[in-house]
């Protein structure tokens, strides 16, 4: 809020409104001594007012009032505003309610000191590190508190299987696990939305052989704190005691076990959805891999004078409907492009069995992919006919030299061909340091290129630089009859786009003519 020279309110939002229980409206024109108790009002009024006169700030807890008489702490901090003469005309000040700490604090007693150790080990902890690294360092400092005995941070994916992040123990062997049935990853994640709470033994079927191990070990109650981000349930902190006791000295630990819970969410919390988001992922992409759940489809490429297919190009759809761009970059963040590469062109080489006979098979791969060449041996052997190989401009190379190496240690024939020429300056280079039998003009170039001599221009001068190194130039996404006569005109030969036919299966009926539905 902000209050002229005399201390009267001349603005308060409406965090302030409700923190003390008036409007806006009412609080403006108010001293700032009303939402002060009388106690010790005219004391703190008096260091402000002489500290924000000298230009200074002054912050400190106090005691605040609200309308209806109550007092709560309050964590003040008043500043000074001055106008363009260097005058001190207002103070601006930041009200923070600290009823709920204070009241933590009194409920925890003796349990403080063992908090603030706890949250002291928390607060050193270096956010950045990696998920699992920053996990054990928050167990270890869990164990800080009396009578826990082990902890672990486990991690509750979006799916079914739970993951184990962190195990530390003290004084006690606990048994290893790294994964958390289904069924017991429900269970956390459902009580986890209600708060921290303690489990005895007798939901020991939820535990199965688990919970036998950890009886073996002696752990008599484990107790949990939800792990929280963007407002659910993403973990939990496990405690666990020897103490005979078990319950009654986990429940002590309750108030304390949620604080430390909410605390270790913030330094938990993203890198922990990062984790589960991964792993949700490559259960999803693995998946995807073992079911074969995708399915080719191809478009013709044909001669621009007689419209005669001269070879398809596979491209891959999702069985749930995902775009294919996206499939294959999360399959690359998870480290698992490779897999899901090869499982599609296997599957595109086997599709292309009804494609009509004599056409090429066109199929896009990434530099990985190639230099992989184990995975381009296999694809080449599996297809029936020959096949081109497409590499996108989109698809940076690191290392040209590796790659012409890779290429040169391939023991089957292929052509190449790069796609999306003209998309940007990599599409020169790949030219340049591949030499391929094929050179794609990339959509931008041609949509609309009847009525436009400067794609013209493009395209003629593409064609110059092709004929001169003896690469063929196919025109992509041609969709009038307009563009395929001036391409033609042009001396373009080959081309690819909806005036010739969309992507499809390939029917089994259509090995002696156009695919079926195109």
Known sequence: MVADALGRITYANDAVATLVGLSAERLRGRHFASLMASDDSLGDLEQIATRVAAGQTWSRPILGRRRDGTRFHLGLV???????????????????????????????GGELRQQAAVGAALAALDPTDPIPVLAGEVASAVL????????????????????????????????????????????????AAEGAWVETWVARRAYGRYGQELRAAGIRAVGFAPLRHA?????????????????????????????????????????????????????????????????????????????????????????????????????????????LETATLLVAAESAEALPPETLLSVNVSPAFVIGHGSVTELVARASRPIVLEITEREP????????????????????????????????????????RYVKLDRGLIAGINADPIRQALVAGMLHFAGSIGVEIIAEGVETEAERLTLQQLGVGLGQGFLFGRPAPAAADSVNGPISGL
């Open 78 to 108: 008043v500043s000074p505003v001055r106008n363009e003469h260097g005058e001190v005309t207002h103070s601006i000040a930041l009200l923070r309610d600290l009823s709920q700490e204070r009241e933590i604090a009194e409920m925890l």
């Open 144 to 191: 800080l508190l009396d009578g826990v005995d082990s902890c672990r941070v486990i991690g509750l994916g979006a799916r079914e299987q739970g993951s184990v992040l962190a195990d530390r123990s003290r004084g006690v062997a606990i048994p290893r696990q790294l994964w958390i049935p289904p069924a017991r990853t429900r269970h956390l994640r459902d009580r």
């Open 231 to 339: 407002g659910r349930a993403i973990g939990v902190l496990a405690i666990g005691t020897l103490d005979p006791r078990g319950v009654h000295v986990l429940e002590r630990h309750l108030a304390v076990l949620s604080h430390i819970g909410a605390l270790a969410s913030g330094l938990l919390g993203p890198g922990l959805a990062a984790h589960q988001h991964d792993a949700d992922l490559r259960t999803e992409i693995e998946r995807i891999i073992a079911e074969r759940s995708f399915a080719s489809t191809f478009q013709p490429i044909v001669r621009l004078a007689d419209r005669e297919p001269i070879a398809y190009e596979a491209l891959t759809r999702f069985g749930d409907g995902s775009p294919p761009e996206r499939r294959f970059a999360d399959a690359e963040v998870i480290g698992l492009g490779i897999e």
């Open 397 to 436: 190379i690191e290392d040209y030299a590796a790659f012409r190496e890779a290429i040169a240690g391939l023991q089957v024939a292929c052509d190449w061909a790069v796609d999306d020429a003209g998309a940007g300056y990599a599409s020169l280079r790949h030219i340049i340091e591949l030499r391929p």
